[in-house]
Nanobody, 128 residues
Framework: QAQLVESGGGLVQPGGSLRLSCAISGVTAQGYVIGWFRQAPGKEREGIACISKTDGSPYYPDSMRGRFTISRDNGKNTANLQMNSLKFEDTAVYYC?????????????????????WGQGTQVTVSS
């Protein structure tokens, strides 16, 4: 059974940084993509970044470019999200997810409904 576990969330002041990690196990597909999403109360789930497990090529929606960096370590079977210059509006539950139907990330496939496996989420709260 596939399992994804996020870690690294917490309380941070505006302007601060956090690094989230996603541990992946039980995914038997050779190639897939890993996405990071977030969801604030009362709002839709929003894509942040995506990365190919095969070659590590990333994708960022235009609205997310600049403050977020996604990476992966195939040896450890993990994916990370570095978040810098955090703002109040970044407060949300952050999720990692896997889409086994794609080898590479693109705007066409970067939607929550396309992803097959999800972690439980980790809370990020930006507050002074």
């Amino acid at each position: 059974q596939a399992q994804l576990v996020e870690s690294g969330g917490g309380l941070v002041q505006p302007g601060g940084s956090l690094r989230l990690s996603c541990a992946i196990s039980g995914v038997t597909a050779q190639g897939y993509v890993i996405g990071w999403f977030r969801q604030a109360p009362g709002k839709e789930r929003e894509g942040i970044a995506c990365i190919s497990k095969t070659d590590g090529s990333p994708y960022y929606p235009d609205s997310m470019r600049g403050r977020f960096t996604i990476s992966r370590d195939n040896g450890k079977n993990t994916a990370n999200l570095q978040m810098n210059s955090l703002k109040f509006e970044d407060t949300a539950v952050y999720y990692c997810a896997v889409d086994v139907g794609r080898y590479f990330c693109s705007a066409i496939g970067f939607h929550p409904l396309e992803f097959d496996y999800w972690g439980q989420g980790t809370q990020v709260t930006v507050s002074s």
